[in-house]
């Protein structure tokens, strides 16, 4: 228990609607083949694009599969695909980060050249290249977003690198003798990894977006898996006639990535000093008022 | 200033050969036979020593550097070969998708500078109230909804339900709105809260306590101390969004029947039509390449301390 | 009415309300400035000597609420309770304010000229030419060689010492009839730092100002002020003319700041002699003497209550040191 509550103060300082948003989304996606109501593949011509029933609380798309079911669904399958990215992202980037951290010299000018190369290339295009040059798939997507997404890791875990190598305590180890493992695996690795991961929360929503935005373009998640962009596309040429289709899925997906980005600009440091709430204000007030005035004056 | 840009398109031309580098390698790179591919897709693969020929043809049986510089040749002169799947030239019809590409970011670049100052400044002149939380929460929801949602709802909002807008084509004005806007919604979400932050930074320096114990107005020293001084990042920011809309291009094109080069890109892809990716990106990497030439000009412009660094 | 002071403060408080904290920097401070006179501001950074001129004026930084009390009359205004565009009149065209860093204190993309010259336009409603040439006047006036040069660079293109002229210009332009300087030499060379006083001295004395001159240097005050207010930790420690604090400093703080000043016979090499311990930080107004802890004279009286402010020998000055003024509290 008593390790737990340093990551609940840690969490406390973060948007509390973020943090629900985001509970939901992990929930959701975890849970989701128990969660679902119907299978959410289950194709019915008898029933398709109806309203919301009992039956069906949210009504069914053109080949009458249960929405809700399906968008339950499209959580997990996000969840499994941004975090497969974001992993991979990850371990590129922080081994990358690390080394050009722990090397300095030549190493590191020529990673960060290379991450800022990738940083200045859209990830989009850069995951399109990489599904153009090798064929579409579910593991091209994965690797493909993983090689757009990897520079950004790397370059925030360069710069923790650089900063945890320049504290006093590892030069200490160093001039007592400590080997550059011990160093690199007892210390700088670890230190990078959790400041990362933070970044890496953050970032997890452009990424389900980039999961949706190639599924949207059909060189992502392939049919039948339902998944929140393909879902849109397929029920886009019933724009007319039924919208909600279309705007069902759009809301789930902006919703959890609104909760990504409430999250990461709660993250970003903020340097301007913000004026006080009125409820500080009245607390600040009572305080002065009590504090005695007098005139020295003679 | 002559030396700056000197240095600078030096340091471009340089990028500008990294990115040919790049895209050549992407597809030389490519599993696969290529010769066999064009062989299969012209019906003649079976054919024997056909497949040779084809090498032969497309000057695959010569050493590397040798078709990189063929290649590089042929592509300054806008030459980017032979299309895999239509068996056309791949700058058949290039000049006029980046007539539509540029149609589309240039109108998308603008709309989305206006929005974002206006949201910006909306929020900086009150700030932490009601306008300020109003911009804040548009920029949240624009920098998070998908721009194919984006793009979903405007052809039902603006074209189903209330048909203002043509929801497909390029054909004048008035059919361009609908993906200029879809365009617009990301960067003006982003940028306007570049704007919002930046000019509250500014309001917190020193200059901007100067400029009240001259007496200026809120108004006063919103345009004329902080704008200035936040004109340069602004601009860096804008060229960002500007490389990034290529991207959104991507997705935009085909929605709304536009015939781009991101449009070409995707079909490229889709139907691994190398030749055509190849040349989509080389066109997508040259573009970020002048576009941060231009946004490096810009801000010497701008800013009078770099531009001193270089007089 | 001649006899009214320009700038009379009496009894003023200021509580600074920030998200972390409340602090008090301004506990009931009074003194005057008449017309043609200068006032030196006194004390350690940190002891409200700043926020205390800037703070009635609503020159404070965004984030922090301010609450003031007591009585700020200038030009026969009383300043506390104006609204902000009512201040917002008062400043630049009233009162001019000469900032600590003139390296931040000018807008760094703008031209000089435009920067003295809107003052003008704003003030003297010129119209932009005319307003130019009262910025290359105002810019001859505080001594800058080639003037109309100067006014078309900008600020980084100027020595430090420059742009503190160029920050004087600026604060002259709307011709004040107060001129609030806070710590105007601090941030500059020591070789230019005595040319920038002298250059103020010099305006004041012609234009016929008065000045507040806010410092902690006490050389700094010897050649420029008539009086003085020395400031300790949010509370006035003596205040009185120039000739008569410095001569004979009364208040055991001012005679530490006083004794800190390097002095030419000291032999080369020898112990910088700096008041021993540190001034406390601001918070909720402290109950005895504030220096207390501090001093070698103190007894237990002075931690009991806060000592008040007493007339001295010499009645036109006043220290607020129950050790000193023992026997006169009463009186």
Same mark, same amino acid.
């Given at each position: ?298 | ?69 063929? =290649? ?53 002149? =009150? ?185 | ?47 409200? /000597?700043?926020? *205390? ?39 630049? /065209? ?54 109309? &040069? ?18 004087? &210009?600026? &604060?002259?332009?709307?011709?004040? /009839? ?22 103020? /001295? ?28 020395? *400031? ?100």
């Amino acid at each position: 228990m008593n390790k737990l509550k340093p990551i609940l103060a840690q969490l406390n300082k973060f948007p509390r609607i973020a943090l629900i948003v985001i509970g939901l989304f992990v929930a959701l996606g975890t849970f989701a083949p128990w969660l679902a109501p119907q299978d959410p593949s289950a194709q019915n011509l008898l029933t398709a694009s109806q309203g919301p029933s009992v039956a069906h609380w949210l009504g069914t798309d053109h080949l009458g599969r249960d929405t809700l079911s399906r968008l339950i669904l499209a959580a997990n399958t996000s969840l499994v695909s941004v975090g497969s990215v974001l992993i991979i992202a990850m371990t590129i980037g922080i081994l990358m980060g690390t080394i050009a951290g722990y090397h300095r010299g030549w190493v590191d000018d020529l990673l960060m050249r290379v991450v800022d190369v990738g940083l200045s290339i859209p990830s989009l295009i850069t995951a399109l290249a990489v599904i153009g040059i090798v064929g579409p798939g579910y593991w091209t997507m994965v690797l493909a977003l993983a090689l757009a997404w990897w520079p950004m890791s790397g370059r925030i875990s360069r710069a923790v690198a650089v900063s945890i190598m320049s504290k006093p305590h590892i030069e200490a180890l160093r001039v007592l003798g400590a080997s550059p493992w011990r160093i690199y695996f007892g210390h700088l690795l670890p230190g990078t990894i959790g400041a990362v991961m933070v970044y890496a929360t953050a970032d997890a929503g452009t990424a389900a977006l980039a999961v949706a935005t190639l599924s949207f373009l059909g060189l992502g998640i392939q049919p039948p898996t339902p998944e929140w962009g393909q879902m849109l596309v397929d029920a886009l040429p019933y724009l007319e006639s039924d919208p909600r289709q279309v705007i069902l899925p759009g809301l789930a997906l902006t919703a959890a990535v609104i909760g990504f980005n409430i999250l990461g600009e709660a993250i970003a440091l903020n340097r301007v000093p913000r004026p006080l709430t009125r409820r500080m204000l009245a607390m600040r007030r009572t305080e002065v008022a009590g504090w005695s005035k007098e005139n020295s004056d003679a | 200033m002559i030396h700056f840009i000197s240095k600078r398109l030096k340091h471009s031309l340089v990028l500008l050969f990294l990115a040919s580098v790049v895209c050549f390698t992407l597809v030389v790179s490519a599993p696969g036979n290529v010769a066999v591919l064009i062989a299969e897709l012209r019906g003649a693969v079976a054919v024997p020593g056909y497949v040779a020929q084809v090498e032969e043809e497309i000057g695959l049986n010569k050493p590397l550097l040798m078709r990189y510089v063929d =290649w590089l040749g042929d592509a300054v002169t806008g030459d980017f070969g032979i299309s895999y799947r239509t068996g056309q030239a791949v700058s058949a019809d290039l000049p006029q998708r980046m007539m539509v590409t540029g149609t589309l970011i240039a109108g998308s670049a603008v709309i989305a500078t206006l929005l974002s100052l206006l949201l910006g400044f909306l929020g900086a002149f =009150w700030p932490y109230k009601l306008p300020d939380r109003v911009s804040r929460g548009l920029a949240l929801i624009g920098a998070s909804t998908p721009t194919f949602f984006v793009g979903a709802l405007m052809i039902y909002g603006f074209s189903v339900t209330f048909q203002l807008f043509p929801s497909f084509g390029f054909n004048g004005p008035i059919s361009w709105v609908l993906p200029w806007l879809t365009v617009a919604v990301l960067p003006a979400a982003v940028l306007s809260r570049v704007v919002r932050v930046g000019l509250e930074e500014a309001m917190t320096s020193p200059y901007v306590l100067t400029a009240k114990s001259k007496g200026l107005g809120r108004t006063a020293i919103l345009f004329r101390e902080a704008l200035p001084n936040i004109t340069p990042v602004f601009i860096n920011a804008l060229g960002t969004q500007v490389g990034l809309m290529t991207a959104t291009g991507i997705i935009v094109e085909p929605l709304f029947a536009w015939q781009g080069v991101g449009d070409y890109f995707l079909a490229g892809v889709r139907f691994r039509d190398f030749m055509v990716v190849q040349a989509c990106l080389l066109i997508f990497l040259s573009f970020f390449i002048v576009v941060n030439l231009i946004v490096d000009l810009a801000v010497l412009m701008t800013d009078p301390r770099i531009r001193r660094q270089w007089s | 009415m001649h006899d009214e002071p320009l700038l009379s403060v009496s009894n003023l408080t200021v509580d600074l309300l920030t998200a972390k904290s409340a602090i008090r920097p301004v506990d009931g401070v009074s003194y005057t400035v008449r017309q043609g006179e200068c006032l030196a501001i006194v004390g350690e950074s940190g002891s409200g /000597k700043t926020v *205390m001129n800037f703070a009635p004026l609503g020159l404070m930084p965004t984030g922090v609420t301010t609450q003031l009390s007591g009585s700020v009359r200038f030009d026969g205004h009383e300043l506390i309770g104006l609204s902000e565009p009512e201040l917002q009149h008062i400043r630049g /065209k009233s009162i001019g304010f000469i900032f600590q860093d003139p390296m931040s204190a000018l807008n760094p993309v703008r031209r000089i000229g435009r920067q003295i010259a809107e003052m003008a336009e704003l003030h003297l409603n010129m119209t932009p030419r005319a307003a130019e040439a009262r910025a290359l006047e105002l810019v001859k006036l505080v001594g800058i060689s080639d003037p109309a &040069a100067r006014l078309r660079q900008y600020p980084h293109e100027l020595s430090g010492g420059l742009r503190q002229r160029i920050v004087i &210009a600026t &604060a002259l332009a709307g011709e004040p /009839k107060l001129l609030i300087a806070d710590e105007p030499t601090t941030a500059l060379d020591v070789t230019v730092q005595a040319q920038i006083l002298r250059l103020l /001295k010099d305006l004041q004395k012609r234009l016929n100002m008065a000045m507040v001159l806010i410092t902690h240097d006490m050389g700094v005050v010897a050649g420029a002020a008539d009086n003085i207010v020395v *400031m300790y930790a949010a509370r006035t420690a003596e205040r009185g003319p120039v000739d008569k604090v410095l001569v004979t400093p009364r208040h055991p703080y001012t005679r530490g700041l006083i004794n800190a000043i390097p002095r030419r016979e000291d032999p080369i090499g020898s112990e910088f002699r700096g008041l021993p311990g540190i001034p406390p930080t601001l918070g909720a107004p402290i109950k005895g003497c504030a220096f207390a802890p501090r001093c070698d004279l103190a007894i237990p009286a002075c931690t009991g209550s806060r000592p008040p402010l007493v007339q001295s020998v010499d009645s036109s000055v006043v220290v607020a040191c129950p050790v000193v003024n023992q026997g006169r509290a009463a009186a």
